[in-house]
């Protein structure tokens, strides 16, 4: 662990209008993280939440010193992950969704194969809950990342671990769910090592996920390719970013 790192993992968990779940989702993150025996941060993003998110995550925190709470106005998914990253005093950084309690084999992929990589993509067995449509989008995005980038990774949108001092070092344009790609690919042109690997998804406890949204779809596919329009913008700059894909 780099020196200036006090705990081996930061879990940031971005919360947005997640009153109903977030209480069991952090506990159960603490709970999971101790029978596992890794000291680990938690940092909750509320983001800009309009009901009582922000209040409940404040109360977890009264009781748990690890417990960093960032409060912000809406940013959007990537927004609230490049908060808790600023605040993150892991080695790693795991962001978490609020929507999504936990178990042992939900974290143990992520924790067995820690250190293995710079960066670890959690590729889903299933896609829990998807409809058709949400299905059909998993099938062509990652194809629509591997045309614009070349970036050859088989969950591109999921739960991916990330060394911290190599997160930290790259520059971000995406606030939404495109800067899950941005992250991908920044760190890929700056050498990153990756290490795919398997895991579970379980459906949402409750709520209508942002993602089932046609207007989140679009504004999706509005950043992604307002992304590569920065990244080629870059290149021809005289950026030195590979574009060989990934193995």
Same mark, same amino acid.
């Given at each position: 662990?780099?020196?200036?790192?006090?705990?081996?993992?930061?879990?940031?968990?971005?919360?947005?209008?997640?009153?109903?779940?977030?209480?069991?989702?952090?506990?159960?993150?603490?709970?999971?993280?101790?029978? &596992?025996?890794?000291?680990?941060?938690?940092?909750?993003?509320?983001?800009?939440?309009? !009901?009582?998110?922000? &209040?409940?995550?404040?109360? &977890?925190?009264?009781?748990?010193?690890?417990?960093?709470?960032?409060?912000?106005?809406?940013?959007?998914?990537?927004?609230? /992950?490049?908060?808790?990253?600023?605040?993150?005093?892991?080695?790693?950084?795991?962001?978490?969704?609020?929507?999504?309690?936990?178990?042992?084999?939900?974290?143990?992929?992520? /924790?067995?194969?820690? +250190?293995?990589? !710079?960066?670890?993509? +959690?590729?889903?067995?299933?896609?829990?809950?998807?409809?058709?449509?949400?299905?059909?989008?998993?099938?062509?995005?990652?194809?629509?990342?591997?045309?614009?980038?070349?970036?050859?990774?088989?969950?591109?949108?999921?739960?991916?671990?990330?060394?911290?001092?190599?997160?930290?070092?790259?520059?971000?344009?995406?606030?939404?769910?495109?800067?899950?790609?941005?992250?991908?690919?920044?760190?890929?042109?700056?050498?990153?090592?990756?290490?795919?690997?398997?895991?579970?998804?379980?459906?949402?406890?409750?709520?209508?996920?942002?993602?089932?949204? &046609?207007?989140?779809?679009?504004?999706?596919?509005? +950043?992604?390719?307002?992304?590569?329009?920065?990244?080629?913008?870059?290149?021809?700059?005289?950026?030195?970013?590979?574009?060989?894909?990934?193995?």
């Amino acid at each position: 662990m780099s020196a200036a790192a006090a705990f081996p993992l930061t879990v940031i968990v971005p919360a947005y209008n997640e009153e109903a779940l977030l209480d069991g989702t952090v506990r159960s993150l603490r709970n999971t993280l101790a029978t &596992l025996g890794l000291d680990a941060e938690i940092v909750i993003v509320n983001d800009g939440s309009r !009901d009582r998110t922000g &209040l409940i995550a404040d109360a &977890l925190a009264r009781t748990d010193s690890s417990l960093v709470v960032c409060h912000q106005q809406n940013q959007g998914l990537g927004g609230a /992950i490049r908060r808790g990253a600023a605040q993150a005093r892991g080695e790693y950084l795991l962001p978490w969704p609020a929507d999504m309690p936990v178990n042992r084999e939900d974290l143990r992929p992520f /924790i067995d194969h820690l +250190g293995q990589a !710079d960066v670890l993509v +959690g590729c889903r067995r299933r896609r829990a809950g998807y409809n058709v449509l949400m299905r059909f989008n998993s099938w062509l995005y990652p194809r629509l990342v591997v045309a614009l980038f070349g970036l050859r990774l088989r969950d591109v949108n999921w739960i991916h671990l990330y060394r911290r001092d190599h997160f930290q070092a790259i520059p971000l344009t995406q606030r939404g769910i495109p800067m899950l790609v941005e992250i991908l690919v920044r760190l890929r042109d700056r050498g990153a090592t990756f290490l795919e690997i398997e895991v579970e998804m379980k459906p949402r406890a409750g709520g209508v996920a942002s993602a089932a949204r &046609l207007r989140i779809m679009w504004r999706t596919l509005v +950043g992604l390719l307002a992304f590569h329009r920065t990244w080629t913008r870059e290149r021809a700059a005289g950026g030195r970013a590979a574009v060989s894909p990934l193995a």
